[in-house]
């Protein structure tokens, strides 16, 4: 496990770029991602990080109230879903998760907890409220993730 502090937005949204660079490196069909921590640890703003760093340019909807939102550009299609609001287990098999494509799949999960069955993750990040920064932990299941930073 990898433990750091973010002190600020340019310091969440260099993980961001880290994790946005691995995973367009990564010759993975399919990468998910959980995100933990209590609300207004950044979860949210990492995720559009992520995903604006890969190369999405246009706005990033929070899925707070739609519980997921798909951005499919270069040959990716991320699904990014927020958990908050349910409780339900189907309301993520709504989403259809397996499914096959073509292109690379990657799947950012926030409040994974709530999940009713559980999911392997490939990477897992831990938001933590600290004053005026926010302690990150990090876990991995695969190799590809193992230099994930905030110094690029």
Request: aromatic residues 8%.
């Amino acid at each position: 496990m990898i433990e750091f502090i973010l002190k600020d937005e340019s310091d969440t949204n260099a993980l961001g770029k880290s994790i946005a660079k691995t995973i367009l490196e990564s010759k993975f069909e399919s990468i998910e991602i959980h995100l933990d921590g209590d609300l207004g640890t950044g979860k949210t703003f990492l995720t559009k990080s992520i995903l604006k760093n890969s190369g999405w340019d246009r706005t990033v909807k929070s899925p707070t109230y739609t519980l997921c939102e798909e951005y499919q550009f270069k040959k990716m299609l991320f699904l990014h879903i927020d958990l908050y609001r349910t409780e339900e287990a189907e309301d993520i098999d709504i989403f259809n998760l397996e499914r096959k494509i073509v292109h690379k799949k990657i799947i950012i999960i926030e409040w994974p907890e709530r999940l009713k069955t559980e999911r392997l993750y490939d990477l897992k990040i831990n938001l933590e409220h600290l004053e005026n920064s926010r302690k990150v932990k990090i876990d991995h299941r695969n190799n590809i993730f193992e230099g994930i930073n905030v110094d690029e």
